[in-house]
Nanobody, 114 residues
Framework: QVKVVESGGGLVEPGGSLRLSCVAS????????VNWYRRGTGEGRELVGF????????FYADSVKGRFHISRDNAKNTVFLQMNDLKPEDTAPYFC???????WGQGTQVTVSS
């Protein structure tokens, strides 16, 4: 089955870190760009960042720049979202998306609270 599945969310205190994973099944993720989105309360989706094929071009939203980093592990068919210095406003469900495959994961909840 062709799909992507996120994991790694949880509850963390402000200033803490989490690493989210987006694992692909049924296709080679190496050949595709991947977006990370999050959904705020009462708002639409926010594009957190993306990585294209390889790691030569990355984009980050201003709200996460300098704190979040996207990377790949091709051997694991996985894209990661490393989140550092987390803030309460980062609280949201996070989703990975492979646009050329029109694939979305089910999301993983990140909660930043003391």
């Amino acid at each position: 089955q062709v799909k992507v599945v996120e994991s790694g969310g949880g509850l963390v205190e402000p200033g803490g870190s989490l690493r989210l994973s987006c694992v692909a099944s049924g296709f080679n993720l190496t050949h595709y760009g991947v977006n990370w989105y999050r959904r705020g309360t009462g708002e639409g989706r926010e594009l957190v960042g993306f990585i294209i094929i390889g790691e030569d071009t990355l984009f980050y939203a201003d709200s996460v720049k300098g704190r979040f980093h996207i990377s790949r592990d091709n051997a694991k068919n996985t894209v990661f979202l490393q989140m550092n210095d987390l803030k309460p406003e980062d609280t949201a469900p996070y989703f990975c998306n492979v646009p050329l495959r029109d694939l979305w994961g089910q999301g993983t909840q990140v909660t930043v609270s003391s």
